[in-house]
């Protein structure tokens, strides 16, 4: 089973759009969670934690359910800037596992 | 902005040869990482590295591999005898805190090299 998973899309969504993106992890030990960004050909960088009690960035906000090992990502008022593959990323014991990312197109 | 960075960008290398892929982290950071990025997959955890050694490697990381910090900011991955596999991206990252110590362990990663191996 792998250890983290996501739906790979794509999704093509109009400027504006609300857009969630969901995630899901196999270790139930797994310690601290993130949502990172990744443009084309370029490194990963970080988007935002994600913490118990959910936290929120402008217009992203990150929530987490231990009990059902699931991590999602909500992005309002999608921009064209948005445009990137987002990457679920766990850390369980001494390892980062990444997920295989989710593509996102915003449309003009 | 304190950054991580990478030399070279990209390394192109003919099969059996040995590369060394270099990076600079972040001063103030403690706990460096290798990982690494076949075209079209996911990014895969190789090594971390705190206190001048290993602290944890991943199936991939073999006798092949190495890591060193020479000095006091670099941070170096050796790959000797270089198969046509070990083509992808290379990036390193570096953090404050290590993995499983605080929960705002977020890591910074630098551009990365790609490596082809012809």
């Known amino acids: 089973r792998k250890e983290v998973e996501q739906d790979p899309g794509p999704f093509n969504v109009p400027e504006g759009a609300t857009v969630a993106f969901n995630c899901t992890y196999s270790?139930?030990?797994?310690?601290?969670f993130f949502w990172y960004r990744q443009d084309c050909r370029k490194e990963p960088k970080l988007l935002m934690s994600?913490?118990?009690s959910g936290n929120e960035d402008g217009r992203f906000t990150a929530q987490l359910n231990r009990a059902s090992q699931y991590i999602s990502l909500l992005i309002r008022d999608s921009k064209l800037s948005d445009s990137a593959t987002y990457l679920c990323v766990v850390n369980t014991g001494n390892q980062f596992y990444f997920g295989t990312g989710t593509s996102l197109t915003v449309i003009p | 902005e304190p950054e991580v960075t990478q030399t070279p960008s990209h390394q192109v290398t003919q099969m059996g040869q040995e590369v060394i892929l270099r990076c600079v982290p972040i001063s103030n950071h403690l706990y460096f990482y290798w990982y690494r990025q076949i075209l079209g997959q996911k990014v895969e955890f190789l090594v971390s590295f705190y206190n001048n050694e290993i602290s944890e490697k991943s199936e991939i990381f073999d006798d092949q591999f190495s890591v060193e910090r020479p000095d006091g900011s670099n941070f170096t991955l050796k790959i000797r005898s270089t198969k046509l596999e070990d083509s992808a991206m290379y990036f390193c990252a570096s953090s404050e805190w290590g993995l499983g110590q605080s929960s705002y362990n977020e890591q910074f990663f630098g551009p990365g090299t790609r490596l082809t191996v012809l």
């Open positions: 270790n139930s030990a797994s310690q601290s």
């Open positions: 994600v913490y118990s």
